[in-house]
């Protein structure tokens, strides 16, 4: 069975500053996909990073970006110049890529407060 | 809509009772997720659908817990004999057939009383 590990409840940082926020997962799967999901108090998931685990590359999207560690089994959101709207729970996801079943497995997550 | 729909936003009922949780999504998407959330803890997956049919519920805890999607399009959760335990925020999620991105919507917050 497949399990994501964010170890760090809850960080702080200091508006405009870089901050990163880790995950680790277990799986024995070679073909899968590794998301970054933002849940501010409106309850509502936000897609913020997605990473297709064939790629070596790691995905960007403008201030977020990823340090995609396949072997290691890491995957952990970098964010750049911290902006007051980051703030929020961020969870780490995995689904596996085969047929019949595409579900989610999150992380805890991690409560992310920007500091003004 | 624009969006994935879910109604109610909050339900309080009394433990015992039967309970309906409806999910709209995005006009298009083929597949379709419920979630829940327990205070302070990730989403937990329940059931995934792709069109009509259930295929994945290995997420769901027990008999008392069932879903439907008889046109491919709305779903509906049912929760029967509620207990205190079942609280929670419950998140439904839709995506196109490729799966490669899930959009939620702001979920249910059921609490048994």
């Known amino acids: 069975a497949q399990t994501v590990t964010q170890s760090q409840p809850e960080m702080s940082v200091q508006e405009a500053e870089t901050v990163t926020l880790s995950c680790t997962y277990d799986t024995s799967e070679s073909n899968y996909y590794l998301f970054w999901y933002k849940q501010p108090p409106s309850r509502q998931m936000i897609l913020v990073i997605r990473q297709e685990a064939y790629k070596q590359q790691n995905a960007t999207e403008n201030r977020f970006s990823v340090n995609f560690q396949k072997a290691a089994k890491s995957f952990s959101l970098k964010i750049s110049d911290s902006q007051l709207g980051d703030t929020a729970m961020y969870f780490c996801?995995?689904?596996?890529?085969?047929?019949?079943?595409?579900?989610?497995?999150f992380g805890t997550g991690t409560r992310l407060k920007v500091l003004a | 809509g624009a969006g994935v729909s879910q109604t109610p936003s909050n339900k309080v009922t009394e433990k015992g009772k039967y309970v309906e949780l409806r999910c709209d999504p995005i006009s298009g998407h083929t597949a379709l997720y419920w979630y829940r959330q327990s205070l302070g803890q990730g989403p937990e997956f329940l059931i995934y659908?792709?069109?009509?049919?259930?295929?994945?519920d290995s997420g769901l805890p027990n008999d008392r817990f069932f879903a439907v999607r008889p046109e491919g399009s709305v779903s509906t959760l049912k929760i029967q004999r509620t207990e205190r335990g079942d609280s929670a925020v419950y998140l439904c999620?839709?995506?196109?057939?490729?799966?490669?991105?899930?959009?939620f919507g702001q979920g249910t917050r059921l609490t048994v009383v």
């Open positions: 659908f792709q069109g009509t049919g259930a295929a994945d």
């Open positions: 996801a995995f689904m596996k890529r085969s047929s019949g079943t595409y579900k989610y497995i």
């Open positions: 999620a839709s995506s196109l057939p490729d799966n490669t991105e899930a959009f």
